[in-house]
């Protein structure tokens, strides 16, 4: 009698696979928690948009709060050896992991977001962040009275210490007098431990706030000492509507889109994706109505002109925070020295552990 | 009236139902919530299963990540035995972890003789996690400061410190600036078993339950730190030095923590990263509990438990459950055990009040 049962069992698992086989399956390694608000949120959203795109050619799964290194690497193997034919890995610390795994399943296609290696079936994805950040310096240089901003950020890594320099050249651009003041939080994701650094910039005479962390906690406490703020990730007015005044926010629905399609036409090919605002992955979000008209006006255009490849926020010349230059005037930094960069411009009070 | 009332002794039958009720509890409890998400739980269940048990990478899995599990609470059988409560298993296990790339890393980096590295990369992994633990034993020991705190207290310390590290001067300098070291040399790294995942490092779990079996239930030590669990005034008046025993235990809990931050640097992890550990010390201390301090079910306890864990993942996967239900599966789990803890050292006696009393 046992074995009517298992065959049963075989039996319908066969038919299921043969009902859902024809689906593309496409599942999203995620470092937080969805409701984040921020960083994970950015690539739900990313991937409620293929949902919508593809409809039932496409079926999507998450898995989130993820920890990184061999844990995720357990979790990743589990879905490629259950049949998920695409893999979004979203945080840069899963990707040792993913390439193991890769090389362990080559006919799975593997994307990991934020880091540089690649092989024949694991594309390296990232969008250039420090594009909207510039923009979003400049509102930042408008808006302070005090010439304080404050910037409660991550981890001291190369892409968070990217997105500062290119807010403080913002800055710089339209008020050369303020500084940019950096907090570590040593977290991507822990509201109480962010709202706590940006009250201790707020103390300190900070009087526009900004983040490189995943959740609006930033946002609210700026609102509370009756500062401005700027988000990250997505749109986070909703959290802070006397204070927010812009983010520059991912739209992953952009790339995955791209993805996919490629995937269904049998065209994909492993790459290594660093998309900037011309390709849609990187914005800066809705300014609200807190931004003076002629900012807004500044802003939308400085941003047609770094779309257009007419500026680059990196140009020369380019000073470090001990007077070294960095990038001479006329040249623009290239893509290896942004990818690695471990120094704060001129206008940035902080310091990176070494 | 519910009154409480010491029991004189607890039958093994009585101590196993206790740790399969709790989990049968967390299941029913967290199947409730499944429920109310609109997943059967049966389905679900099902899964959960499957996976871990049911699949050859899902089991390999499981047991790669059972081993640091698993040491870490075979460590904890003996302070746990005499009643010293070390909470620090989690940073005992980094710091065996660091131990161990120090050793791979810094000290024997061009060692090609892959029998010694191994076994050199695990001495260190085993004296930095028991120095992790000295310190707590030594304070607990001799200033008779709380040991609960003091544990808790120095894993946030190790994590700091590996976290100094990978962002500082240990950095691997061609990773593009990311928190992390380089990759352990080619002798440093574990063989497999096949095409598996498992490392030899599985080799170590039985007989480190050996060990401990052995230490506890047949070396004459193992009766002082019973008699001292039992009551430390009548171990000092049987002439036991229950602060050197205590120190002892400590030592070897964190030696075993620390063996297996070495084995999982050099069998799964091979690099320190920034955010690597998933709480396997704490993970560690239910397992220790579930397994009631026995050795031979610690082992078993540890590969089911982890089991459960990894499951767990299928559920979020297949089910799209937040995270969160498997924090609630695994805090049921700790508070039934607690609760249990205290049913099989009390009875709960429902006291009627006597005729001539007055309310």
Same mark, same amino acid.
């Given at each position: 009698?046992?074995?009517?049962?298992? $065959?049963?069992?075989?039996?319908?698992?066969? +038919?299921?696979?043969?009902?859902?086989? #024809?689906?593309?399956?496409?599942?999203?390694?995620?470092?937080?928690?969805?409701?984040?608000?921020?960083?994970?949120?950015?690539?739900?959203?990313?991937?409620?948009?293929?949902?919508?795109?593809?409809?039932?050619?496409?079926?999507?799964?998450? $898995?989130?709060?993820?920890?990184?290194?061999?844990?995720?690497?357990?979790?990743?193997?589990?879905?490629?050896?259950?049949?998920?034919?695409?893999?979004?890995?979203?945080? /840069?610390?899963?990707?040792?992991?993913?390439?193991?795994?890769?090389?362990? !399943?080559?006919?799975?296609? *593997?994307?990991?977001?934020?880091?540089?290696?690649?092989?024949?079936?694991?594309?390296?994805?990232?969008?250039?962040?420090?594009?909207?950040?510039?923009?979003?310096?400049?509102?930042?240089?408008?808006?302070?009275?005090?010439?304080?901003?404050?910037?409660?950020?991550?981890?001291?890594?190369?892409?968070?210490?990217?997105?500062?320099?290119?807010?403080?050249?913002?800055?710089?651009?339209?008020?050369?007098?303020?500084?940019?003041?950096?907090?570590?939080?040593?977290?991507?994701?822990?509201?109480?431990?962010?709202?706590?650094?940006?009250?201790?910039?707020?103390?300190?005479?900070?009087?526009?706030?900004?983040?490189?962390?995943?959740?609006? #906690?930033?946002?609210?406490?700026?609102?509370?000492?009756?500062?401005?703020?700027?988000?990250?990730?997505?749109?986070?007015?909703? *959290?802070?509507?006397?204070?927010?005044?812009?983010? =520059?926010?991912?739209?992953?629905?952009?790339?995955?889109?791209?993805?996919?399609?490629?995937?269904?036409?049998?065209?994909?090919?492993?790459?290594?994706?660093?998309?900037?605002?011309?390709?849609?992955?990187?914005?800066?979000? =809705?300014?609200?109505?807190?931004?003076?008209?002629?900012?807004?006006?500044?802003?939308?255009?400085?941003?047609?002109?770094?779309?257009?490849?007419?500026?680059?926020?990196?140009?020369?010349?380019?000073?470090?925070?001990?007077?070294?230059?960095?990038?001479?005037?006329?040249?623009?930094?290239?893509?290896?020295?942004?990818?690695?960069?471990?120094?704060?411009?001129?206008?940035?009070?902080?310091?990176?552990?070494? | 009236?519910?009154?409480?009332?010491?029991?004189?002794?607890?039958?093994?039958?009585?101590?196993?139902?206790?740790?399969?009720?709790?989990?049968?509890?967390?299941?029913?409890?967290?199947?409730?919530?499944?429920?109310?998400?609109?997943?059967?739980?049966?389905?679900?269940?099902?899964?959960?299963?499957?996976?871990? /048990?049911?699949?050859?990478?899902?089991?390999?899995?499981?047991?790669?990540?059972?081993?640091?599990?698993?040491?870490?609470?075979?460590?904890?059988?003996?302070?746990?035995?005499?009643?010293?409560?070390?909470?620090?298993?989690?940073?005992?296990?980094?710091?065996?972890?660091?131990?161990?790339?120090?050793?791979?890393?810094?000290?024997?980096?061009?060692?090609?003789?892959? $029998?010694?590295?191994?076994?050199?990369?695990?001495?260190?992994?085993?004296?930095?996690?028991?120095?992790?633990?000295?310190?707590?034993?030594?304070?607990?020991?001799?200033?008779? #400061?709380?040991?609960?705190?003091?544990?808790?207290?120095?894993?946030?310390?190790?994590?700091?410190?590996?976290?100094?590290?990978?962002?500082?001067?240990?950095?691997?300098?061609?990773?593009?600036? /990311?928190?992390?070291?380089? *990759? !352990?040399?080619?002798?440093?790294?574990?063989?497999? *078993?096949?095409?598996?995942?498992?490392?030899?490092?599985?080799?170590?779990?039985?007989?480190?339950?050996?060990?401990?079996?052995?230490?506890?239930?047949?070396?004459?030590?193992?009766?002082?730190?019973?008699?001292?669990?039992?009551?430390?005034?009548?171990?000092?008046?049987?002439?036991?030095?229950?602060?050197?025993?205590?120190?002892?235990?400590?030592?070897?809990?964190?030696?075993?923590?620390?063996?297996?931050?070495?084995?999982?640097?050099?069998?799964?992890?091979?690099?320190?990263?920034?955010?690597?550990?998933?709480?396997?010390?704490?993970? #560690?201390?239910?397992?220790?509990?579930?397994?009631?301090?026995?050795?031979?079910?610690?082992? $078993?306890?540890?590969?089911?438990?982890?089991?459960?864990?990894?499951?767990?993942?299928?559920?979020?996967? !297949?089910?799209?459950?937040?995270?969160?239900?498997?924090?609630?599966?695994?805090?049921?789990?700790? +508070?039934?055990? +607690?609760?249990?803890?205290?049913?099989?050292?009390?009875?709960?006696?429902?006291?009627?009040?006597?005729?001539?009393?007055?309310?």
């Amino acid at each position: 009698m046992k074995h009517r049962g298992f $065959i049963l069992l075989m039996v319908s698992l066969l +038919l299921v696979a043969v009902v859902f086989g #024809a689906k593309l399956k496409v599942a999203f390694v995620y470092v937080g928690p969805v409701g984040d608000a921020g960083w994970t949120y950015a690539h739900d959203m990313g991937r409620r948009h293929i949902e919508e795109v593809f409809g039932d050619q496409i079926e999507t799964k998450f $898995i989130e709060s993820v920890p990184e290194g061999a844990e995720s690497e357990r979790v990743i193997r589990s879905l490629a050896a259950q049949g998920y034919d695409v893999i979004f890995t979203t945080s /840069f610390g899963y990707m040792d992991a993913t390439l193991n795994v890769a090389k362990q !399943f080559p006919k799975t296609k *593997f994307l990991h977001c934020s880091g540089y290696k690649t092989y024949t079936n694991m594309s390296a994805y990232f969008g250039r962040m420090y594009e909207p950040r510039y923009l979003s310096g400049l509102i930042a240089g408008v808006m302070t009275k005090s010439n304080k901003i404050g910037y409660v950020a991550a981890h001291p890594i190369p892409e968070v210490i990217r997105g500062i320099n290119a807010f403080a050249l913002g800055v710089k651009a339209v008020n050369p007098e303020a500084k940019v003041y950096v907090v570590w939080s040593n977290t991507w994701y822990d509201p109480a431990t962010e709202k706590e650094a940006a009250i201790s910039l707020l103390n300190a005479g900070c009087d526009v706030i900004t983040q490189h962390q995943d959740s609006p #906690a930033p946002q609210q406490a700026a609102q509370e000492y009756g500062a401005y703020s700027i988000g990250y990730n997505s749109d986070m007015s909703v *959290f802070a509507p006397k204070a927010y005044l812009t983010a =520059p926010v991912w739209n992953w629905g952009v790339y995955y889109e791209k993805v996919i399609r490629e995937v269904l036409n049998g065209t994909w090919k492993s790459e290594n994706f660093w998309g900037g605002m011309d390709t849609g992955v990187v914005d800066l979000g =809705p300014m609200t109505d807190l931004v003076p008209a002629g900012t807004q006006n500044l802003v939308n255009a400085v941003k047609q002109a770094i779309i257009a490849k007419k500026f680059h926020p990196f140009t020369g010349p380019i000073y470090d925070q001990e007077g070294k230059l960095r990038i001479p005037a006329g040249e623009v930094a290239s893509d290896e020295m942004l990818l690695s960069m471990d120094w704060f411009v001129d206008n940035v009070v902080g310091t990176i552990p070494k | 009236m519910l009154r409480l009332e010491r029991r004189e002794s607890t039958s093994k039958t009585f101590q196993i139902a206790i740790s399969v009720l709790t989990v049968v509890l967390a299941l029913v409890v967290v199947g409730i919530l499944l429920y109310f998400f609109g997943v059967n739980p049966i389905e679900a269940y099902k899964e959960m299963f499957l996976w871990p /048990f049911g699949n050859v990478y899902g089991f390999s899995d499981t047991l790669v990540k059972s081993i640091p599990i698993t040491l870490a609470a075979l460590g904890l059988i003996f302070p746990f035995q005499m009643r010293v409560w070390n909470i620090g298993a989690e940073g005992q296990f980094l710091m065996g972890a660091f131990g161990a790339s120090l050793a791979a890393l810094y000290i024997f980096p061009g060692l090609e003789n892959r $029998i010694l590295m191994v076994l050199l990369v695990s001495m260190f992994g085993i004296i930095f996690g028991s120095l992790w633990a000295a310190i707590p034993g030594l304070m607990k020991a001799y200033l008779r #400061a709380d040991e609960i705190v003091s544990t808790i207290m120095l894993n946030y310390v190790a994590l700091l410190w590996i976290d100094y590290l990978v962002y500082g001067p240990w950095k691997d300098p061609q990773g593009y600036n /990311f928190p992390m070291t380089k *990759f !352990f040399p080619d002798a440093a790294w574990l063989p497999y *078993f096949g095409q598996t995942q498992i490392h030899a490092g599985i080799i170590i779990l039985p007989l480190a339950a050996f060990f401990a079996y052995y230490l506890t239930r047949l070396s004459p030590w193992g009766l002082k730190i019973k008699v001292i669990g039992d009551n430390e005034k009548t171990a000092w008046y049987a002439g036991i030095n229950v602060n050197r025993e205590l120190f002892v235990a400590m030592l070897l809990s964190g030696a075993l923590a620390g063996l297996g931050g070495a084995l999982h640097m050099m069998g799964a992890q091979h690099r320190l990263q920034h955010g690597f550990s998933a709480g396997y010390g704490y993970t #560690a201390i239910i397992v220790a509990w579930l397994g009631k301090l026995n050795p031979w079910a610690v082992l $078993i306890v540890g590969i089911l438990f982890t089991g459960l864990l990894v499951g767990n993942e299928q559920l979020q996967i !297949f089910f799209g459950i937040p995270i969160s239900l498997i924090f609630v599966f695994q805090g049921v789990v700790l +508070l039934g055990l +607690l609760a249990g803890e205290i049913l099989s050292r009390y009875r709960i006696k429902f006291a009627r009040k006597g005729v001539g009393e007055n309310a």
